[in-house]
């Protein structure tokens, strides 16, 4: 089963967003330090980047607006796969240090959006976030990729498990080490659901595979990243307002398989 995420409402009024401030032109460092948050992802949901169902098979995440390069759709980070490191806690109180220290490699799927200016998600060019880092990476679990403990906790002290903030490192790596590398269908974007509004690399390792930024691409071509290894398919038990949504994107040239 594949759910469509909201970068199908964002592609459907898509025009909506050019004029908008770009977010290209932003960059930040290979490695470095940021904040990191998790959210629900529903297992085979197609993200804002487009990439395939099963991605959502293996751990990912969505990155905060800046660093993510567009307010809509795919953006130059959808593909990257990063190594993210947890260091401490930012509301504990007192701090809490995993020990061991706990690291994960996940590819980015997804947009974090600004929160209308504030949040961990809203960091501007000569803002950092409500904590002082300049990128979130937004964690999708629970997911049947990443275990339900796979966050440590002392909820003997702390009374509760979720500590929901974390300081954390960074570091870009090769999609090759992603866990999701060796199967065909977790790689690429589809290709039958909007396809022009979709840019989801394997890898993303030469600037020939990175995506534009969609809300500002200026008539940019995005690479071909359609998957191979599967089309994606939409559940047939779906709400009314899906169902508006689709036979708009159906008439706005959409070819979804059902």
């Not at 290209?24 to 487009?50: E, R, S």
Request: charged share 10%; glycine share 8%; hydrophobic share 40%.
């Amino acid at each position: 089963m594949v759910f469509l995420n909201r970068w199908l409402l964002s592609s459907l009024f898509g025009v909506a967003c050019y004029g908008v401030p770009s977010q290209a032109a932003w960059t930040y460092p290979d490695n470095g330090w940021a904040t990191m948050t998790h959210y629900d992802l529903p297992k085979d949901y197609i993200a804002a980047c487009g990439c395939t169902a099963q991605s959502t098979h293996y751990p990912t995440a969505a990155l905060s607006q800046l660093a993510y390069g567009s307010t809509a759709a795919y953006g130059p980070s959808c593909g990257r796969c990063f190594n993210l490191t947890l260091i401490s806690t930012i509301y504990a109180d007192p701090p809490f240090y995993p020990n061991p220290t706990k690291s994960i490699v996940v590819k980015i799927t997804d947009e974090c959006p600004a929160a209308a200016g504030s949040g961990l998600c809203a960091a501007t060019a000569g803002k950092p976030n409500s904590v002082g880092a300049y990128l979130n990476f937004d964690l999708a679990q629970p997911s049947t990729a990443i275990p339900a403990d796979w966050f440590p906790s002392n909820a003997s002290l702390y009374g509760y498990t979720d500590f929901g903030v974390w300081n954390i490192s960074y570091a870009s790596l090769s999609c090759q080490y992603w866990s999701g590398w060796q199967d065909e269908a977790a790689l690429g974007s589809v290709s039958n659901v909007y396809g022009d509004s979709v840019c989801c690399p394997a890898d993303v390792r030469n600037a020939s595979m990175t995506c534009p930024s969609f809300s500002d691409q200026n008539g940019t071509t995005p690479p071909n990243t359609t998957s191979t290894g599967g089309a994606a398919k939409v559940s047939a038990a779906m709400g009314v307002t899906e169902r508006i949504f689709m036979a708009w994107a159906m008439v706005m040239g959409a070819m979804v398989l059902i």
